[in-house]
């Protein structure tokens, strides 16, 4: 069963902090990891994704680290502010026949406090 | 521009009967993939539509079926619920077949007693 392991279940972070949350997985052949954000009542929504070339990307406050060699990869919340407050899913895409599938990870409810 | 639409948003059955969910796909989207969330998990794929074919299928049972019509919308339909049916059903739609430009809709809360 392929998997993606997601940590921490929950983050409490103050207004202004960093909030890292990572994510390893184990088949080889994903090739590609976007992450998610998931408010009550709605459906998941793409923040950021990322491609196994590449080790890092920025989007404004939001950043994937990506060690390919470990098979993991964290996505970090610069300058947390209470409206990232959502439930955070990492997800990988299998290659060839199975592109249309994403596995996701179980998700971590990320709490900014003021 | 519409995003993706999914009725109805709350659902409530009875155990052994069957239930049938709907998804319009974004504008210019021409392909439908469907996830079950149970609570507080991450969502899991069931099956994909594309040229209103089924074209990938996770590891749910022939309970659970689909169809997309010429529209591009498509049903999930669910036989003989189970009470571990209940969770958010979730559409998501796409240009072509990979996951990479997915839009999800809001999801079908569906409870089964």
């Known amino acids: 069963q392929q998997q993606v392991k997601q940590s921490p279940q929950s983050l409490i972070v103050q207004k202004g902090g960093i909030s890292i949350i990572n994510c390893a997985y184990e088949?080889?052949?994903?090739?590609?990891f976007p992450w998610y954000q998931q408010f009550p009542g709605k459906g998941p929504a793409l923040l950021i994704a990322?491609?196994?070339?590449?080790s890092e990307k920025k989007e404004g406050r939001f950043t994937i680290s990506f060690n390919k060699s470990a098979k993991q990869f964290s996505l970090h919340i610069m300058d947390s502010q209470p409206g990232d407050s959502a439930t955070y899913f990492c997800?990988?895409?299998?290659?060839?026949?199975?592109?249309?599938?994403?596995?996701f990870g179980k998700g971590t409810k990320l709490s900014v406090k003021p | 521009d519409a995003g993706v639409t999914q009725s109805p948003t709350h659902l409530i059955k009875t155990r052994g009967q069957q239930v049938t969910l709907r998804c319009s796909p974004k504008s210019g989207h021409d392909t439908v993939s469907w996830y079950q969330q149970a609570l507080g998990q991450g969502p899991q794929f069931i099956f994909q539509?594309?040229?209103?074919?089924?074209?990938q299928r996770g590891n749910f049972p022939d309970r659970f079926s689909g169809h997309q019509f010429p529209n591009y919308s498509s049903e999930l339909n669910v036989n003989a619920l189970l009470l571990g049916d209940s969770a958010l059903y979730l559409c998501?739609?796409?240009?072509?077949?990979?996951?990479?430009?997915?839009?999800f809709g809001s999801g079908t809360r569906l409870t089964v007693v």
């Open positions: 088949n080889t052949a994903f090739d590609y």
């Open positions: 998501a739609s796409s240009l072509g077949q990979g996951a990479r430009g997915y839009t």
């Open positions: 990322i491609r196994p070339d590449v």
């Open positions: 539509y594309y040229e209103e074919e089924e074209r």
């Open positions: 997800a990988a895409r299998g290659s060839g026949g199975s592109q249309g599938n994403l596995i």
